[in-house]
């Protein structure tokens, strides 16, 4: 047995080793969870942070998820695995680690399908690093009840007929001089028209109201971004060629402002067509 000292110096590093893997986990990291339907993926673009884990999952045919963008397996990618009946389950954590040793530009991790990817199999993964804003307001039952008695998962609206809930969350660089931000929204029913709003106040101080069969979380000075239709899972603004959201919104450095994403459920999950909500993002411009 290792004398008493030794031992005495080793359990102190351990426990040095376990307090420095809480620091680099983040205490947020979440799963996203990503389907391969048919032949495309869905959501085909998904916003995480870092540490948060992709989940893909087989729903049929024989699969890749490959990172790159020219269709071909040539050893340096950051991630491939098969997705097939015998492999039904792909997660890739995008930890600190796994950044640093595979850093792309703008947190942007393209991948594809190999056998698919000239059918145009492809997704992305973003990494918001470091995510901007807070985000607020959600359908989990931690704030006001969603009126249909059933809550979403944590940091997303409430429930939706599609079976998901709405989930808002930004990348980019929140500066009315170099404006890059841009507001991603996955979960809403397909094909149906998503619009991002911005508002000057959160209402019931962050807990939101009831409004359709969601909760609206922003209010006071409201502005409309622009609409977009959901498709593959997903929705941004803007898009290449919208207005930017600082001059959409007409905002100065210092301020805060609030989003949040609205869309029409039909058929409503307990009842007729109605609208429904996201999430909040609270973002200080610089």
């Given at each position: ?121 492809n997704g992305v993964v973003w990494v918001a690093d ?157």
């Amino acid at each position: 047995m290792p004398p008493t000292g030794f031992r005495v110096k080793l359990h102190r590093m351990r426990l040095l080793a376990a307090g420095f893997a809480l620091l680099t986990t983040p205490a947020w990291a979440e799963v996203v969870i990503v389907r391969a339907p048919g032949f495309y993926f869905s959501p085909r673009e998904v916003v995480i942070r870092p540490g948060d884990t992709v989940r893909w999952l087989w729903s049929g045919g024989s699969h890749t998820v490959t990172e790159g963008t020219d269709g071909l397996i040539n050893g340096n990618e950051a991630f491939h695995s098969f997705l097939t009946t015998n492999f039904q389950v792909v997660n890739v954590t995008f930890s600190p680690a796994f950044l640093a040793a595979n850093p792309r530009p703008g947190g942007r991790y393209d991948y594809f399908c190999s056998p698919h990817f000239v059918g145009g199999m492809n997704g992305v993964v973003w990494v918001a690093d470091p995510a901007p804003g807070v985000e607020s307001c959600s359908g989990d039952g931690t704030g006001t009840l969603c009126p249909c008695g059933t809550n979403g998962p944590a940091g997303q609206g409430c429930p939706n007929s599609a079976g998901g809930s709405a989930r808002l969350r930004a990348i980019g660089t929140a500066s009315t001089t170099a404006d890059t931000l841009r507001l991603s929204v996955t979960g809403a029913p397909e094909g149906y028209t998503t619009f991002f709003f911005q508002g000057s106040t959160l209402t019931n101080g962050g807990a939101g109201v009831v409004f359709g069969e969601g909760l609206r979380c922003v209010s006071g000075t409201v502005a409309r971004l622009g609409p977009k239709t959901q498709s593959f899972s997903f929705a941004f603004y803007p898009e290449v060629g919208d207005t930017p959201i600082s001059v959409r919104g007409k905002v100065a450095p210092g301020q805060t402002r609030h989003y949040q994403a609205w869309y029409r459920d039909s058929p409503g999950l307990c009842g007729p067509p109605a609208p429904n909500m996201s999430n909040a993002v609270t973002i200080t411009w610089q």
